[in-house]
């Protein structure tokens, strides 16, 4: 059986990233529609959804065969071709991109400038010529844009079906050098009744945690004068703007608190730390458990002073 869904690939060279995001009807379909590897580039196979085009491509893409020469290859090892929507997109940013005569109508795709939109089974045809628009009159960063170009593709009409889940992935041009690296962003909605919104608000979460590692970064500069400690606690404050969660919020200023104390900033530290404690006394209880199981970390040397914050 077919399924539908409107998906886009992408490249971004200024960031050395490819992305791949989809949205459709079917509960957890991102598992088998969209495929990414670091260094390699990113699928989309979508109606017939055939992983063949995903596994054999990437295998293809390490023999350095492009994008079209990889589609070309796979399509002809794929007996229900003509059921099948796909788009190939490696780290050069070729792009290539098929659909099936026998794809649900509407179906169709629009290749442009190292990107590709591509639907079936769409309420009506403007569906990816939308999503196209959108992408590139966008600004921002790739996932955003990823983002845009699945909103314009709802607001267009969208799955006929409705919709249920969204996913996306971003990944590296360049190769890890851990196989476990190379991974910005994977994050998947697998059942909702609004996926683009939950999927767009794990974006804007996930851009709250990278401000925290900015800000746990920072402080491993030297010297941690009064001006980068500025830096760092605004940086800080952003991100636990950007965290609605109470319990993320106490457990990152827990962190933090501690991480200031160890670089000796203790005013910082102890107001973070009063903070936690006040609004959750169980976190005292959290800081012995912790500093017994690492007796050597240095806040935890000094833990009385730290549990009277």
Not at 56 to 79: C, H, I, N, Q, Y
Request: glycine share 8%; charged share 20%.
């Amino acid at each position: 059986m077919q399924t539908g869904t409107y998906s886009i690939v992408a490249f971004d060279g200024a960031a050395k990233q490819v992305g791949v995001a989809m949205q459709t009807h079917n509960f957890a379909a991102c598992n088998g529609v969209i495929w990414a590897q670091p260094g390699l580039g990113v699928v989309a196979s979508q109606a017939g959804s055939d992983p063949a085009y995903a596994f054999s491509g990437f295998e293809l893409m390490r023999l350095g065969k492009t994008a079209p020469e990889v589609l070309e290859a796979v399509r002809r090892m794929d007996t229900k071709s003509e059921y099948n929507q796909v788009a190939v997109l490696d780290t050069y940013g070729n792009v290539a991109t098929h659909t099936g005569a026998n794809c649900i109508a509407e179906a169709g795709h629009l290749v442009g400038n190292s990107f590709s939109c591509q639907a079936n089974f769409m309420r009506n045809g403007t569906v990816w010529h939308r999503m196209a628009e959108a992408f590139q009159l966008s600004k921002g960063d790739l996932a955003l844009r990823l983002i845009e170009a699945l909103d314009a593709g709802e607001d267009a009409g969208g799955d006929f079906r409705g919709a249920q889940s969204a996913a996306i992935k971003i990944v590296t041009t360049e190769r890890p050098s851990q196989p476990w690296d190379g991974y910005p962003l994977d994050y998947r909605v697998y059942d909702s009744v609004r996926p683009l919104a939950e999927l767009r608000r794990l974006v804007a979460l996930d851009k709250a945690y990278k401000l925290l590692e900015q800000a746990h970064a920072a402080l491993e500069k030297e010297p941690l004068d009064e001006t980068v400690i500025h830096h760092v606690m605004d940086v800080f404050d952003r991100a636990m703007a950007k965290i609605p969660n109470i319990d993320s919020r106490l457990q990152q200023k827990f962190q933090f608190g501690l991480a200031l104390y160890d670089k000796g900033k203790t005013a910082e530290a102890l107001a973070l730390l009063r903070d936690v404690f006040g609004t959750n006394p169980g976190w005292r209880e959290i800081a012995s458990r912790i500093a017994r199981a690492y007796p050597n970390n240095g806040w935890a040397l000094k833990l009385d002073e730290i549990l009277a914050a």
